[in-house]
């Protein structure tokens, strides 16, 4: 089946600990996404990365770092500097904006929702 | 800066009856407009697509339009169930850039 897989499903962090979120895809996308949710709120874009090698800072990047070595993953580190990150995560991906009309739909993952103890 | 917007924030409606979800924007240079539904815990599921050049696109109960004149789209959910209790966003994909922009949603609840 093709899509995209979140783990851990729940991650609990002690103060002053980096945590890293994974996010692989096997849809031969070309741009991954990560995205924070907190309750009532929208989805707020961390970072994003439009090709191997490559990534931006979203709206709210700060105390967030990300590597994109393969295509198929985009690893989430959040950082000790990160001082409010109790949230729900969302790693996202789409194909070539200039593609075939499928290719501009954005998928998501199920999520990984972290706590900080 | 492109802003979106979703009325109402939220809505209950008895089984059966048919309803409208609203979503406007307001830079209309947009590329193209998603709908999504999110259940509570869980990640989004995408519903609809249009494309800037599209009036409307359908997926059985599901009817979704967009005027980008006016910068609005609509959701028409036909037939509403309990099973379509969820919250559901709309998205737009600016021209500019890879980024998609959110609306805040609508936490709709059919009761039984």
């Known amino acids: 089946d093709g899509g995209i897989t979140q783990s851990p499903k729940y991650l609990f962090r002690k103060e002053g600990q980096n945590v890293t979120l994974s996010c692989e895809q096997n849809l031969n996308h070309d741009a991954m996404y990560w995205y924070r949710q907190d309750p009532g709120q929208g989805l707020r874009l961390i970072y994003y990365s439009q090709i191997v090698n490559d990534f931006q800072k979203g709206d709210i990047a700060e105390g967030y770092s990300v590597s994109r070595e393969k295509k198929e993953s985009f690893p989430l580190t959040v950082t000790s500097a990160q001082k409010n990150p109790t949230a729900f995560y969302l790693c996202?991906?789409?194909?070539?904006?200039?593609?075939?009309?499928?290719?501009?739909?954005?998928?998501f993952g199920p999520g990984t929702r972290l706590t900080v103890l | 800066k492109q802003e979106v917007t979703q009325i109402p924030a939220a809505l209950s409606v008895p089984e059966g009856e048919n309803l409208v979800l609203n979503c406007s924007f307001t830079d209309s240079a947009i590329y193209n407009l998603q709908w999504f539904r999110q259940d509570p815990g869980k990640g989004l599921t995408s519903l609809l697509l249009?494309?800037?050049?599209?009036r409307e696109q359908t997926s059985g109960r599901l009817n979704a339009s967009l005027d980008k004149s006016s910068g609005r789209s609509t959701l028409y959910i036909a037939a509403s169930q309990p099973g379509d209790s969820a919250t559901y966003l709309c998205a737009v994909l600016m021209d500019s850039s890879y980024k998609l922009i959110f609306g805040s949603g609508t936490r709709l609840l059919v009761r039984p």
């Open positions: 249009i494309q800037s050049s599209q």
């Open positions: 996202a991906s789409r194909g070539d904006i200039a593609g075939a009309n499928s290719y501009n739909e954005q998928f």
